[in-house]
C-alpha cells in the first residue's frame, strides 16, 4: 500500500543551525511529492514540490528538498533555521491513482521546536 | 487577493445538532477538498470534488455531507452521526499544472468542538 512516513515526531534545534526533515514513501512509480509548513492553528502553506526534472528543488523561506529514488526519500532542509521555522511540517505524496483525481496522502507530521 | 477562506474559525456543536462548515475559493480553482486533522495524525480525507455538482467520498466520509453549487463554494456539514467530530477541518482547492500535477492550497482551518 502506498505510504508516506515522517520518522521523527519532534525535532528540537538551535537557531542557526542547519535543519534536515525526513520523509520516506512507499510507491511503484515516481511520485509527486510535496512538503507543507503549518504554524499552530493554521492552514498548511506549501513549501516546495517536485514532479519531474532536478531532484533538487528550491522552495520558499529558505527551504530546498532533495528527492532520492533510490532510498524513496524526499527530505527537507535549510541551512540556517530561524526562530520563525518553528511549526509542523507535512510531508505528502501525490499522483498515486491513474485517474483524473490524483489522491495526495499526507505523513503524520514532524513538529519543529527552535531554541533561541 | 485571491485565496481560500474558511468560516467561523471556531465552531461549537451540541449532541445530536447538525453543523456546518463554510469553505469559499476565488482562485478560479475546478477541485476542492476536505480534510480532518486530528492531533500527532496527518490528514485524513474527508469529500472531494472535481467539478461543480459532483463530489465523491474520500477515506472518511461516513457522518460527513457536502454539496458543490458553485464552483467556488464547497460547505461541509457534520452531521449526528459524525461521533467523535472534535476536530481541525482543512478545506483545500486545485489547479492542474505541471501536466497534470494538482497542488493543492489549504485554507486557515475550522476548529470544532463538542459542547
Known amino acids: 500500500a502506498q505510504s508516506v512516513t515522517q520518522p521523527d515526531i519532534h525535532i528540537t534545534v538551535s537557531e542557526g543551525a542547519s535543519l534536515e526533515l525526513r520523509c520516506n514513501y512507499s510507491?511503484?512509480?515516481?511520485?509527486?511529492l510535496f512538503w507543507y509548513v503549518q504554524s499552530p492553528g493554521q492552514g498548511l502553506q506549501l513549501l516546495l514540490k517536485?514532479?519531474?526534472?532536478?531532484?533538487l528543488v528550491q522552495g520558499i523561506k529558505g527551504f530546498e528538498a532533495e528527492f532520492k529514488r533510490s532510498q524513496s526519500s524526499f527530505n527537507l532542509r535549510k541551512p540556517s533555521v530561524h526562530w520563525s521555522d518553528a511549526a509542523e511540517y507535512f510531508c505528502?505524496?501525490?499522483?498515486?491513482?491513474?485517474?483524473?483525481?490524483?489522491?495526495?496522502?499526507f505523513g503524520p507530521g514532524t513538529s519543529l521546536s527552535v531554541i533561541p | 487577493d485571491g485565496g481560500i477562506t474558511q468560516s467561523p474559525k471556531y465552531l461549537f456543536r451540541k449532541e445530536g445538532q447538525n453543523v456546518t462548515l463554510s469553505c469559499e475559493q476565488n482562485?478560479?480553482?475546478?477541485?476542492m477538498y476536505w480534510y480532518r486533522q486530528d492531533p500527532g495524525q496527518g490528514l485524513r480525507l474527508i469529500y472531494y470534488?472535481?467539478?461543480?455538482?459532483?463530489?465523491q467520498k474520500g477515506d472518511i466520509a461516513e457522518g460527513y455531507s457536502v454539496s458543490r453549487e458553485k464552483k467556488e463554494s464547497f460547505p461541509l456539514t457534520v452531521t449526528s452521526a459524525q461521533k467523535n467530530p472534535t476536530a481541525f477541518y482543512l478545506c483545500a482547492s486545485s489547479i492542474d499544472l505541471d501536466g497534470g500535477l494538482k497542488t493543492q492550497y489549504f485554507g486557515p482551518g475550522t476548529r470544532l468542538l463538542v459542547l
Open positions: 510507491y511503484g512509480a515516481t511520485p509527486y
Open positions: 482562485l478560479n480553482h475546478d477541485a
Open positions: 505528502a505524496v501525490g499522483g498515486l491513482m491513474k485517474t483524473s483525481y490524483d489522491k495526495v496522502i
Open positions: 517536485y514532479f519531474s526534472g532536478d531532484t
Open positions: 470534488s472535481q467539478i461543480v455538482n459532483d463530489f
